[in-house]
């Protein structure tokens, strides 16, 4: 009863103060751990004891591979090397600095340097991304991250045990370097099995909740084995963590393919609650451990001052390694003319945004306690370890947001968003539209085709409704009214059950349609509207160089009507979202307009671009080709 009270009471707080510190604006990590830390000195609350085997086997496989399912594999090739070179050129490059500076302050061995090096290498995948996210950063400077916290907690592991066999014996350059082959090919292979393995079984898989079940256990059953088998010979085993990342990128990846529809939703809602209680209850453990770690500090030979000094030397060390090399490993790659032909110039602000977001977390804290009874001065390399992770959430998590503002680093801009959306939404209703043209038998009747395509075109409307601001949308008041019906439709619902009229079973079935109905209702999108722009709204990717169309579009002609589209003000009608005639300088009106006289422009005129005639926006559409420009 005592275990089951705790465990709620920690639930219970996780989730107050995570909701709490959402809506005033600060990062909930850095508030629990505050929490943690004053609730470890109330003489009610019991010593909480973060032991490796629960971080590192019953925390760290499900932590990584929610991360790893969301990750994209197609953006983790695009940016292999700035990922590998942070994963696992900056672990081993912090690995060092740390250890020298600890061997320089402390009275110990190197390679008890080393292994504090390594303890405090691996940024948090928790922390980092939570902390990126919420302030926004730009999409490229998060993937990197993910990416790199997915990666380094294995090589941060691999060279903390080879300096731990280095503090009890001798370890050769050989044995280094076969025992960081084995955990990472081996690791590598693992994850491949599991992936496959687990891959085939799911798709033969029809229950939802069977499939989920097998989505739950996934990540032990890449970890466990790979952490099981051991190569004699070179005291190493595959990595557990390199298992657990690779599974889980690839059946996400996969996903489409093996998995339902409602079990994608279902496997997304139930990593995304695990993933929320776990994140933050690492933040509130971590500050739990505070009293612990400083009643241990007693059994030091050093001073409290001598303390103090060598924990703030260590943080700086690991604050001030991670800029000192990101820059360099940024840029000297693009002096490399292939590379420099097909990368961009990496925008310094962004690179620095990368350089700073370091936090560490609960890998550190569990790593340190690793380390063996008898390494000297335990005490203070596991305070060490404590304040760099608490030190990093603080001075970088704080300053994150501000330095993203001072700096005026540009983030994901919904406009953008919503014109990439629209444009590759056009492409998947045209794949859908051609199916209906040249695959459906005629045993379909004509009512039955006319509902698929207007469905289809409607689902395409609303997301180009979202551009260009103005009133609202007929989407979006669709959504709002429907939404308002939903809910009355519900209110007899819930009435009929009051007076049991109606089975419980078919009302249940009726309410889990109108459950679902409301779930997929278009958004109604509060946006800032286009005209609020610094610059006109263009495609982020410009497909002009395979558009021949699009490319000899280049002047924009005078509106015949400036003032709206030309039929609409004859006809009287009112248009949503006005589109020129690259042409003759024609204004017709969008498709979500009764009239869709921009489409019919160009079925008479066979004129084939057309270009937003929406303040600040600059996108041109092709009509021939399907592509913006």
Avoid at 363 to 392: D, H, I, K, W, Y
Wanted: charged residues 20%; hydrophobic residues 50%; aromatic residues 6%.
């Amino acid at each position: 009863m005592e275990t089951a009270l705790t465990l709620v009471t920690l639930l219970a707080i996780v989730v107050s103060v995570s909701a709490g510190a959402g809506r005033v604006g600060v990062p909930a990590p850095l508030v629990l751990i505050v929490v943690g830390l004053v609730s470890s000195y109330l003489p009610f609350v019991p010593v909480f004891e973060l032991t490796p085997e629960i971080v590192l086997v019953g925390l760290l496989p499900p932590l990584l591979y929610a991360a790893a399912i969301r990750t994209s594999l197609i953006d983790v090739r695009t940016y292999r090397r700035p990922i590998a070179l942070l994963s696992v050129g900056l672990v081993l490059f912090t690995t060092v600095g740390v250890g020298l500076v600890v061997w320089t302050l402390l009275d110990v061995p190197l390679a008890v340097g080393l292994a504090l090096g390594a303890v405090v290498a691996p940024p948090d995948a928790v922390a980092a991304t939570a902390i990126a996210r919420r302030v926004g950063l730009p999409r490229r400077v998060v993937t990197i991250l993910e990416g790199e916290s997915l990666v380094n907690d294995a090589t941060a592991i691999v060279t903390l045990r080879t300096s731990i066999a280095a503090i009890s014996g001798t370890v050769s350059v050989w044995q280094v370097g076969a025992g960081f082959a084995v955990s990472a090919v081996g690791g590598i292979l693992i994850g491949l099995v599991v992936a496959t393995v687990i891959g085939k079984i799911r798709s033969h898989i029809n229950d939802d909740v069977t499939d989920v079940a097998v989505s739950l256990l996934t990540p032990w059953i890449a970890y466990l084995p790979a952490e099981a088998i051991h190569v004699p010979g070179i005291d190493s085993e595959p990595s557990g963590v390199l298992a657990v990342v690779v599974a889980g990128v690839i059946l996400g990846h996969r996903s489409p393919r093996i998995q339902s529809a409602s079990s994608r939703l279902f496997e997304r809602t139930n990593w995304t609650t695990i993933s929320y209680v776990l994140e933050n209850s690492v933040f509130l453990l971590i500050g739990l451990q505070i009293r612990a770690i400083l009643m241990d500090i007693g059994d030091s030979s050093m001073t409290v001052a001598e303390i103090a000094i060598a924990c703030a030397v260590v943080l700086a060390t690991v604050i001030l390694l991670r800029i000192v090399w990101v820059f360099p490993a940024t840029y000297l790659p693009l002096m490399v003319p292939s590379i420099a032909a097909r990368e961009p110039q990496p925008d310094p602000r962004a690179v620095f945004l990368v350089a700073w977001t370091g936090m560490r977390g609960v890998v550190t804290l569990a790593a340190v306690f690793l380390l063996p009874s008898n390494t000297p001065e335990r005490e203070v390399l596991v305070l060490m370890a404590f304040v760099v992770t608490v030190g990093t959430l603080l001075i970088q998590g704080l300053t994150i947001s501000w330095l993203v503002r001072v700096l005026k680093v540009p983030g994901p801009n919904a406009q953008e968003d919503h014109l990439q959306e629209a444009t590759a939404l056009q492409a998947v209703t045209d794949a859908g539209m051609a199916y209906l043209d040249h695959e459906v038998t005629t045993d379909v009747s004509e009512a039955i085709m006319h509902r698929l395509r207007e469905r289809a075109t409607d689902r395409t409307n609303a997301v180009w409704e979202r551009l260009g601001g103005g009133d609202e949308t007929p989407s979006a008041q669709y959504a709002r009214v429907r939404g308002e019906m939903i809910r009355r439709e519900r209110d007899e619902l819930l009435h009929m059950r009051t007076l049991g009229t109606v089975d419980q079973s078919v009302l249940g079935l009726i309410m889990n349609s109108l459950d679902v109905e409301e779930s997929i209702l278009d958004r109604a999108y509060d946006d800032e509207i286009s005209a609020d722009r610094e610059e006109d709204l263009r495609p982020s990717t410009d497909r002009e160089a395979a558009c021949v169309h699009l490319a000899d579009a280049t002047s924009v002609p005078a509106p015949n009507t400036p003032t709206g589209c030309e039929e609409c003000l004859v006809e009287g009608t009112e248009w949503v979202h006005l589109r020129l005639c690259m042409a003759c300088g024609h204004v017709g009106c969008c498709d979500s307009s009764v009239g869709r006289h921009s489409t019919k422009h160009f079925e008479d005129s066979d004129h084939p671009v057309m270009r937003s005639f929406e303040a600040g926006e600059a996108w041109r559409w092709c009509f021939i080709d399907q592509a913006n420009g």
